[in-house]
Structures are given as structure tokens and as C-alpha cells.
């Protein structure tokens, strides 16, 4: 009866052993980071693509440029045009000259008359006359003129629609010039140097690995024992039969819950629902996306 009594010992020992093996942690999931997709944003040939998987890239870095030839002459006729728009513009002094010229040639007739009259030497005619003639000179120089405000504003409207264009041209011409926007490591390459890009078509995606995320599970009556900003304890297998642990520190938790993902595992594991939350861990190279990791509170 005695070694009975202590056999069962040892077998209830050894099975308290390894459920308590089994919830040493408090929830699990995956590691994951901010994935960025770097896409063309003009159409062209990959003239230079440097990047290779695996690179380590830094922000403002230069990765290849696509071919601007036809850009390049885009923009030359573009010029021209304006040239040629900016050559049509009136010039009010030599269009009025003639005009002007008339007028002074009237005023003086029409003070010459104007003292004939004051003499007795001209009549109330001649003085109509010629102040006619004046006003009507006067009205066809106000004329001209006004023609030629509205041709020069539209001649300007149009040259202004044409650097609009140049400066659509010029950016495009820029954004041919590759640069790396982010700090990260070349996840996957989509194109090869010389295929053709066009716009919205993804080149290469990137991350930045320094800064990794474990998205764990909690259940609601974990809820309580966890705020934002909090440091917890992460660990993965080291293939030894060990654990790598790091710190990490709490930054989302979702206010929503939802089922359990069939692929994750939580201390309550029976539970129907739980909220999804991330932990940020700086790694050294040791985290990888996809890895699995545990918590403990």
C-alpha cells in the first residue's frame, strides 16, 4: 500500500510538472513588423535597380532610377510652346503708338479751334467736330487697350497652364531618381533591373527589424493586469531546449474582443473570446518575422 501510495505520488508529481510546464506563460503569438511596399510612381525602364533581399537600407539612400528619356523631351516641348505662347504677347506701347499719336494730333487741332472760337474765327460746328473727333480717338485707345489686357491675360493663363505641366514633368522627372524612404531590410524584390515600371507597381518591400511586434492574445480576465506602457517579459526557443528572453513593452491592446485565432494558444485557452495586443521588443537580429514568442506577465 505504501509504494502504492508513493507511485501515485510521483505520477500526480510529474503531471502537476508538466501543466505547470505547460502555463509558465500567459499568452503566445507571433512576431510581425511594419511591412512597407515601395511602389513606381511613373512608368519606365528600370534603367538601375541596386538592391538585393536581406540589404540593410538606409533612409534617403539612392536604389536605381528609371529612364526619363521621354520625359526629358516631354519637357522640351513643353518649353517651346510656352516660348512660342509668351512671343504672341502684345506690346501696348507699339500697338498704341499709333492711336496715341492720332489723339495728340487732335487735341492740338482741337486747342487751335478752341481759340478760333474764343475770336470769333471758328464756328460752334467746328468746335463739335473736333471735340468729337477727340472723344472718339480717346474711346478707341480705352478699347484697344482693354483687347489688349484680355489678350495678354489669356496669353498669361495659358503660359501659366504650361508651367503647371513643366512642373508635372519635373516631378515626374524626380520621382524617376529612386530614393529609399525608411530605414529597414529589404524583405522581397518584385522587379529586376530593366523590366518595365509603371505607376502603383510594387518594386521591393521593406522593414525596419530593430523595432520588432508580438501580437498576443489575452483573455478578459487578463485584461486587468495589463496596461499600455507596461513591460513584460518575452521569450522564444532557442532550438536547445532553452528560451531567449527579452524585455518588452506594451503599446496597443484593442478594445474590441475576438475569437480566439485557431493557431494561438492562451493560459485560458477555453476561452471564446480574446483581445488582441501588441508588445514592442528591440531586437538584435534574434527576432523574425513569422517566429513565435510567449509572454509572462
Wanted: aromatic content about 8%.
Amino acid at each position: 500500500m505504501k509504494i502504492m501510495g508513493i507511485s501515485n505520488f510521483i505520477v500526480a508529481a510529474l503531471l502537476i510538472s508538466c501543466d505547470n510546464g505547460n502555463e509558465d506563460y500567459d499568452a503566445t503569438g507571433a512576431f510581425e513588423a511594419e511591412e512597407v511596399i515601395i511602389s513606381s510612381e511613373v512608368s519606365g525602364t528600370l534603367e538601375a535597380f541596386k538592391i538585393e533581399e536581406g540589404q540593410e537600407l538606409k533612409a534617403g539612400v539612392y536604389i536605381g532610377y528609371i529612364d526619363t528619356t521621354q520625359l526629358y523631351l516631354q519637357k522640351l516641348q513643353l518649353e517651346a510652346q510656352k516660348k512660342s505662347i509668351l512671343s504672341r504677347k502684345p506690346d501696348f506701347g507699339a500697338q498704341l503708338a499709333s492711336l496715341e499719336e492720332q489723339l495728340k494730333l487732335a487735341q492740338l487741332e482741337q486747342q487751335r479751334i478752341n481759340g478760333l472760337y474764343r475770336k470769333d474765327a471758328a464756328t460752334k460746328q467746328q468746335v463739335d467736330d473736333i471735340n468729337a473727333q477727340t472723344e472718339i480717338i480717346n474711346g478707341n485707345i480705352r478699347a484697344s487697350r482693354n483687347q489688349l489686357t484680355r489678350d495678354y491675360s489669356s496669353l498669361d493663363l495659358e503660359a501659366k497652364a504650361l508651367d503647371a505641366q513643366i512642373e508635372i514633368t519635373n516631378d515626374n522627372i524626380r520621382k524617376c531618381m529612386l530614393v529609399n524612404p525608411v530605414n529597414g531590410t529589404v524583405l522581397m524584390t518584385y522587379v529586376e533591373q530593366y523590366e518595365k515600371a509603371t505607376p502603383g507597381k510594387a518594386l521591393y518591400k521593406i522593414a525596419d527589424l530593430s523595432t520588432i511586434t508580438l501580437k498576443v492574445y489575452l483573455t478578459g480576465d487578463q485584461l486587468p493586469e495589463v496596461k499600455l506602457g507596461q513591460e513584460v517579459n518575452v521569450r522564444t526557443d532557442d532550438g536547445k531546449g532553452g528560451y531567449i528572453e527579452s524585455k518588452g513593452t506594451v503599446y496597443w491592446i484593442n478594445n474590441k474582443a475576438e475569437f480566439t485565432p485557431k493557431s494561438i494558444q492562451t493560459r485560458a485557452e477555453r476561452a471564446n473570446k480574446v483581445y488582441a495586443t501588441k508588445v514592442r521588443v528591440e531586437n538584435d537580429g534574434t527576432y523574425k518575422i513569422g517566429m513565435y514568442g510567449e509572454i509572462i506577465l
